[in-house]
């Protein structure tokens, strides 16, 4: 991540990750279909293929990551503070089974609502 963030995030950008990473993932699915239609012309704009379904289902679910980031933010600015400085010494110290249920916890709920929301969608 740090090499990522070196070399590719290392320009100057008056919004905030989250923001940033919703306009860049927007920006390529809508770029996408004039790519593809260079490599294939017979592609539509929302091609069946794998190229699009790989473009569709990553940019779904790093949109959704960011927006429940940024709502947790904006709704909840401590809970925001506390995940990002001190959660993790205090995950660290929990015994295992703890850590493990902690982590299927959120796991399962962030998968349940993006899986909500994408069936809502379709």
Known sequence: MELIQKY??????????????????LLSFLIFPYIIRMVDGTAAAIDPGIFSAVILAASAGLIFKALTWWVIKAVWPMFADYSTFQFEQNFRALPAKEKVLIYLGFYLTILYSFVSVMAALI
């Open 8 to 25: 590719f995030l290392s320009w100057y950008s008056p919004l905030s990750k989250e923001h940033s990473g919703i306009l860049m993932l």
